[in-house]
């Protein structure tokens, strides 16, 4: 099985930035896509971002501009910078590995935007 291990969560003034890590326990490069999501109190988990084998990049509307997903996959690990914070931002982040023969979550790390 695979582990994923989030990092980098804290508060963050808005319009600040931060940056989420998700150290995974094995090699990354032949995970179909890595992503990120987040779920706010009592809301649903939704999508934030995600990242291809092949390193293309999807993004959810609510934060196109502001965050970018990149992976290091020597490190086996992705990121989430997250800059041009909002309040509404405020969420547990979750990462995802879509792989075979099974999908995988993190345990998350929580942002708190907050003045």
């Known amino acids: 099985q695979v582990q994923l291990v989030e990092s980098g969560g804290g508060l963050v003034q808005p319009g600040g930035s931060l940056r989420l890590s998700c150290a995974a326990s094995r090699t990354i490069s032949s995970f179909y896509t890595m992503g990120w999501y987040r779920q706010a109190p009592g809301k649903q988990r939704e999508f934030v971002a995600v990242?291809?084998?092949?390193?293309?990049?999807t993004y959810a509307d609510s934060v196109k501009g502001r965050f970018t997903i990149s992976r290091d996959n020597a490190k086996n690990t992705v990121y989430l910078q997250m800059n041009s914070l909002k309040p509404e931002d405020t969420a547990v982040y979750f990462c995802k590995a879509v792989t075979s023969p099974s999908n995988y979550w993190g345990q998350g790390t929580q942002v708190t935007v907050s003045s």
């Open positions: 990242i291809t084998r092949g390193g293309s990049t």
